[in-house]
């Protein structure tokens, strides 16, 4: 029975982190009043407000995780240093 326990376990952790995509990019945009994050390459995100924001500014190297079943979901935004 613990082995069962294990293996679906282990089988959950893995098909959790297979759902996530992220994508990086540098800041075109960003207009804090809509939460919206515009990327150099045309991309524009928008950031729910249960998300954590740091404070970005044009120009700022950014990651934004987002759910690979919904890619307009964004789970999380982390600022390169």
Do not use: C, W
Request: charged share 20%; aromatic share 2%; proline share 2%.
């Amino acid at each position: 029975m613990k082995k069962i326990i294990l293996a679906a376990s282990a089988i959950a952790i893995m098909t959790g982190s297979a759902l996530a995509s992220a994508s990086e990019g540098v800041v075109a945009k960003f207009n804090s009043d809509v939460r919206v994050i515009t990327l150099e390459n045309g991309k524009s995100y928008t950031i729910p407000r249960h998300i954590g924001l740091p404070q970005v500014q044009v120009g700022d190297k950014v990651t934004i995780n987002t759910k690979s079943d919904d890619a307009d979901q964004v789970t999380s935004v982390l600022r390169a240093l």
